[in-house]
C-alpha cells in the first residue's frame, strides 16, 4: 500500500511539472505576440503612410494575381469544371489563405526560414532562454501592416457565396476555417521542407524559400479539373499547390462529396503528413547545424 501511494504521488508531481511547463509555454507564446504585435503598431503609427501603402500594394497584387482567371471565367462562362461564380470562390478563399499566411509568417524571418539557415541566424534563436519552436511561431506576427489581404480575402469570400447555393451553416463557417488553417500549413510545410537544403548547403540554398513559396502563388488561382487524374494527383501531393485552394474549395461547395459533408477532410489530412514531414527533416537539419554550424554568418536583416 505505501509503494502505491509513492507511485500515485510521483504520478501526480509528474502531470503538475507537464502541466506547468505547457502553461509556462503557453504564456511566453502569447507575450511575444503581444511583443511582436505591438512592433507592428509602432511601425503603424510612426510611419503610417508607408505602411498604409505597404498594406494596399499587398491588395493591389492579389486582385491583380486573380485577375486574368477571374476574366477568363467570365469570357467563357467558367472552365475547369467550375462555374464563374465557384472560381470568384476559390480565388477568394486563396486570398484568405495568402492573408493567413502573410498574417503569422511573412513579416519576419518565419516564411523565409531559408535565409535564417544559409545565414547562420539560427544562433541568436539557439542561445535564448525560450524554445526555438516558440521563437520560431510568433517570429513574423505583424497584425496590422500583415492583415490586409486576409481582410481583402473576407470581403472578397462573403460577396462570392451571394452567387453560390452554400448554406452557410456553423458547420460550414468551421470547415472554412479548417480548410484555410489546413492550406496554409501545406504551404508552410512545403517551403520547410525545401528550405532544409540550406542546413547542408547554405550558400546555394539561402534565398529557396521564396522560390519553394512561388508556385503557390503562380498557380494556386487555377481550377485544375480539366487535367488528367493523373496530374490532379500529382498537384495534391508531391506538388501541392491544388490544397492551397483549388481541392478545400470544391469541398466546401460540395463538389467533392465525403462523409463530413463540405469539410476538407484530404486537405486536412495532407497538412498533418506535410507537417510531419517538415518536422521531421528540419529535426534533422538541426542535429546537423548543431554539429557542424553555419560558416557564413550574417546579422543583416535579422532583429
Known sequence: MEDRS???????????????????????????????????????LRDTKYCLLYMVTDVICALAAMAGVLLLSVQFGGFGG?????????????????????LFFTGENMGNISRVIGRGQLDHWMIQPVPVWIQ????????????????????????????????????WVFSFLA????????????????????????AAAEEIAPTAHSPFDM?????????????????????????????????LLEKAPGMFGPLPVLTIVMA??????????????MNYYGKYGCPRYSGFGHR
Open 6 to 44: 509513492i507511485n500515485n504521488q510521483t504520478e501526480i508531481t509528474a502531470g503538475e511539472i507537464r502541466y506547468g511547463k505547457v502553461k509556462g509555454w503557453f504564456f511566453t507564446l502569447m507575450r511575444l505576440y503581444g511583443t511582436y504585435a505591438k512592433l507592428d503598431l509602432l511601425w503603424f
Open 82 to 102: 467550375m462555374s464563374r461564380n465557384e472560381i470568384l470562390f476559390m480565388l477568394s478563399y486563396g486570398i484568405f489563405v495568402d492573408g493567413i499566411f502573410n
Open 136 to 171: 520560431m511561431a510568433t517570429c513574423g506576427f505583424c497584425p496590422f501592416s500583415g492583415s490586409s489581404k486576409l481582410v481583402c480575402g473576407i470581403i472578397m469570400t462573403v460577396y462570392s457565396l451571394h452567387g453560390l447555393p452554400v448554406a452557410v451553416t456553423p458547420w
Open 179 to 202: 480548410g484555410t488553417a489546413a492550406s496554409t500549413a501545406v504551404i508552410l510545410a512545403f517551403v520547410y521542407i525545401v528550405s532544409c537544403l540550406a542546413f547542408v548547403s547554405p
Open 219 to 251: 498557380l494556386k488561382s487555377y481550377p485544375l479539373g480539366g487535367l488528367s487524374a493523373f496530374w490532379k494527383t500529382c498537384f495534391c501531393t508531391v506538388a501541392p499547390v491544388g490544397l492551397a485552394a483549388w481541392l478545400p474549395s470544391l469541398s
Open 272 to 285: 498533418a503528413v506535410y507537417m510531419a514531414a517538415a518536422g521531421m527533416l528540419f529535426k534533422k537539419g
